[in-house]
């Protein structure tokens, strides 16, 4: 693991994920490896990772903390769709790292015009997901989801309409 950049070791992660094979040894090892050198992460590379073992379901605090950490140095990096997976990957580990969540609301809300409509819905359900009343964001998503109402796809509707019911 030594010799792998850090988009290596996140991309293997997310390969691991892809094909739901939670190979203990080999996750251990690009866990420590990626705690070792977080600080290089770029955002795809931060958010490959955590989308990775969110797909896994791998409650790995350490290295969801430096995640987290290393997140947060660099939020105004992320683009919409880093935006969007953190935010989803966190909420589906229900892993709630509260600074990382007010990181990523005040970056979204900077760059919601650049948002596609599905990364809306999936950003609501994942404010939903953890029913904390984000109000500035919930209100910005509410305005830039009516701007792209007509290119929604059925799933993103029923994603939003979800989290919205659930918010409610």
Known sequence: MNEFSAQNLSITAWSLSTLRYPHL???NAIAAEAIARISVFQPQALE???W????LKLRDQPLCDSIS???IRTIGDFS???LTNTAWSESTLLW???????A???ASRSKLSEFAPMELSILAWSVATHAMMDQPLLDAISSASLASMTEATS???ANSAWAWSVLR
Do not use: D
Not at 52 to 55: E, L
Not at 96 to 102: I, T
């Open 25 to 27: 040894p080999l996750r």
């Open 48 to 50: 490959n990772t955590s």
């Open 52 to 55: 990775a073992i969110a797909v």
């Open 69 to 71: 950490a290393a997140a």
């Open 80 to 82: 919409s769709w880093e």
């Open 96 to 102: 709630c790292h509260c600074p990382l969540r007010a």
């Open 104 to 106: 990523i609301s005040s």
């Open 155 to 157: 799933q993103g509707l």
